[in-house]
């Protein structure tokens, strides 16, 4: 059972930084997809980026330009660096694992984080 941590949330001004990881324990990250989500507040929670084990990356159109994935497979860990924050980032960011081929699916994630809050303010 593999569990996903993470960290790195919290509140910037529009146009800042921040910098999310993700760190895997309790089984393998050999071969996962890992991917980022997000929900903000009375929406549905969506796609950002995806990054595969080969180093593939899947960004929805909302991140990209803006946001970068990668990962560390020696670390079991995965980061999220967005800039140029916008109010419209508000939201729980979610890492999510899955064995398969690139979705973007949240139904097809074998496993989830808890989130961590980002909070842009205006």
């Known amino acids: 059972q593999v569990q996903l941590v993470e960290t790195g949330g919290g509140l910037v001004q529009t146009g800042g930084s921040l910098r999310l990881s993700c760190t895997a324990s309790?089984?393998?990250?050999?071969?996962?997809?890992m991917n980022w989500f997000r929900q903000a507040p009375g929406k549905e929670r969506e796609f950002v980026v995806a990054?595969?084990?080969?180093?593939?990356?899947y960004y929805a159109q909302s991140a990209q330009g803006r946001f970068m994935i990668s990962r560390d497979n020696a670390k079991a860990t995965v980061y999220l660096q967005m800039n140029s924050l916008k109010p419209e980032d508000t939201a729980v960011y979610y890492c999510?694992?899955?064995?398969?081929?690139?979705?973007?699916?949240?139904?097809?994630?074998?496993?989830w984080g808890k989130g961590t809050l980002v909070t842009v303010s205006s």
């Open positions: 309790g089984g393998t990250f050999s071969g996962y997809v």
């Open positions: 990054i595969s084990w080969e180093g593939n990356i």
């Open positions: 999510a694992a899955n064995s398969g081929p690139f979705s973007g699916n949240y139904h097809g994630m074998d496993y």
